[in-house]
């Protein structure tokens, strides 16, 4: 019987034997997980995908506990191929089910837990990235979504190491390296883009989640600032947020509410609506593996100003970062593009899924 916090799905022709079946293991249901795992499933019918997902919620518990999650929920059969993301605490899945010891791994990494900001009240442990090292190991290929996420995920596990006390294994990160390759997460195609003359070049767009990593004060701040110095925009406040209002929002909620124009998490039509509308998205991210959020400002036709760290310089030039943390430079910068001193929007479309179909397809079906 599978648990009930577990979530299974199978294509509908799962008994044509000619299709290699893939388990897909994603342990942490969040949303880009989420779109990543249905993108595979319906880009790929010639997969026997056999999917099974946990709800992204009470992450120490999902990090550790997912193979006791699945103890009794995986398929009878063995796959050809395991699709796990770094979420799995896959040494322990295979150490529990010795079947799936000879079954290849690909082990994906939307984000790794060496390079993840702690917020305050987050205990810190060594657990999460001992979970991600040791299912790192036993993998085959190492997967991740950027340059940024591979290379500070292999310095993350340098640094851990030296803190061993004695019988520390000698280049581990260095046989990690070698089984590591990137692959992003494909972003969808572009809504139709505005005419120029709908485009509202002054809309300055939010669509990050409401929480300590994606540092909104430092958002809130800029456009209260802006406002201040009489530059004209309207404001989109669009993301994920949870039940007790992030101080930000509410300030901006309390100061420029004749400026915000959209206040909420939209269903997907509308958010797709919103960014082809929209002149510019920003990032304040202390935390951002891919920046997925800005990917898909950007394939709208926005432009990104976005810090100078993380992922972002592997995606935009310099024109469209600023140093990381730094108001002033941000104000400065959207001051200038609000009142037309601005670039051109910048080319993403090694990112989207017309691009990434094939190297995806390589991946997991071979060449061909």
Request: proline share 9%; aromatic share 10%.
């Amino acid at each position: 019987m599978v648990p009930q916090s577990v979530t299974m799905s199978t294509n509908e022709s799962s008994n044509d034997a000619q299709r290699p079946v893939i388990w897909l293991l994603s342990a942490y249901r969040a949303d880009s997980h989420a779109a990543w795992a249905d993108w595979l499933l319906d880009t790929f019918p010639e997969v026997d995908w056999r999917c099974l997902e946990l709800p992204g919620r009470h992450f120490p518990w999902r990090i550790r506990g997912n193979p006791l999650s699945w103890l009794d929920a995986l398929p009878d059969d063995r796959p050809d191929r395991i699709l796990a993301t770094s979420m799995v605490d896959l040494a322990t899945l295979r150490g529990l089910h010795p079947a799936l010891g000879r079954v290849p791994v690909d082990y994906y990494f939307h984000e790794n837990q060496f390079a993840y900001p702690r917020s305050a009240q987050q205990l810190r442990s060594v657990e999460p990235q001992m979970v991600q090292l040791y299912g790192a190991l036993c993998a085959g290929r190492l997967l991740f979504n950027s340059r940024f996420n591979r290379d500070s995920f292999l310095e993350g596990v340098d640094c851990l190491l030296r803190r061993m006390p004695d019988q520390v294994p000698v280049g581990v990160s260095a046989r990690l390296a070698a089984r590591a390759q990137i692959c992003p997460v494909p972003i969808l195609s572009p809504p139709s883009q505005s005419p120029a003359a709908q485009r509202q070049s002054d809309l300055v767009v939010w669509n990050h989640r409401w929480e300590y990593d994606k540092a909104p004060e430092v958002f809130a701040e800029a456009m209260l600032r802006l406002a201040a110095e009489g530059v004209g925009f309207r404001v989109a406040l669009m993301g994920g947020r949870h039940r007790r209002i992030h101080p930000a929002l509410q300030r901006l909620r309390d100061q420029l509410s004749d400026r915000i124009v959209v206040d909420g998490r939209l269903p997907a039509t509308e958010y797709r609506h919103w960014l082809a509308q929209a002149g510019i998205v920003v990032s304040t991210a202390i935390h951002e593996f891919q920046g997925l959020a800005v990917l898909e400002g950007v394939s709208a036709g926005a432009l990104p100003l976005v810090p100078d760290a993380l992922c972002y310089p592997e995606q935009y030039p310099a024109p469209y970062r600023y140093p990381a943390g730094n108001v002033d430079a941000l104000v400065a910068r959207l001051a200038a593009w609000l009142r037309g001193q601005r670039p051109p929007v910048p080319d993403v479309t090694v990112w989207q899924a017309a691009t990434l179909y094939r190297p995806w397809r390589t991946l997991l079906l071979g060449a061909g």
